[in-house]
Nanobody
Framework: QVRLVESGGGSMQAGDSLRLFCRANERVDNTFAMAWFRQAPGKEREFVAAVNWDGGRLDVAEFVKGRFTISRGNVKNTMYLQISSLRPEDTADYYC????????????????WGQGTHLMVSS
């Protein structure tokens, strides 16, 4: 079945930039939508951004305000989330998700999930 693996998290300082990666196995094809969600301590999981597999369509949450960029990676079956000007409130577990079909912001409509990668931002 489809597997997703996130990487790139860690401990960062406020103001730094970071790129998170998601790799899907070879069963993912161009019918898939892929997305990033995050869950901060004590908070519910929230939508960050989504891209269709061929990279032709994007959707981003309103709070992104230009600091987050989602894109297809140069490596097959990968995508990344680039975050600039990191803030302590960006501290969260970041999850990669995928589904067959159109882009959506609803977590419950995504079928496949990675294990998450943790990002901690200190002042």
């Amino acid at each position: 079945q489809v597997r997703l693996v996130e990487s790139g998290g860690g401990s960062m300082q406020a103001g730094d930039s970071l790129r998170l990666f998601c790799r899907a196995n070879e069963r993912v094809d161009n019918t898939f939508a892929m997305a990033w969600f995050r869950q901060a301590p004590g908070k519910e999981r929230e939508f960050v951004a989504a891209v269709n597999w061929d990279g032709g369509r994007l959707d981003v949450a309103e709070f992104v305000k230009g600091r987050f960029t989602i894109s297809r990676g140069n490596v097959k079956n990968t995508m990344y989330l680039q975050i600039s000007s990191l803030r302590p409130e960006d501290t969260a577990d970041y999850y990669c998700a995928a589904r067959t079909g159109p882009l959506t912001r609803r977590a419950d409509e995504y079928v496949y999930w990675g294990q998450g990668t943790h990002l901690m931002v200190s002042s």
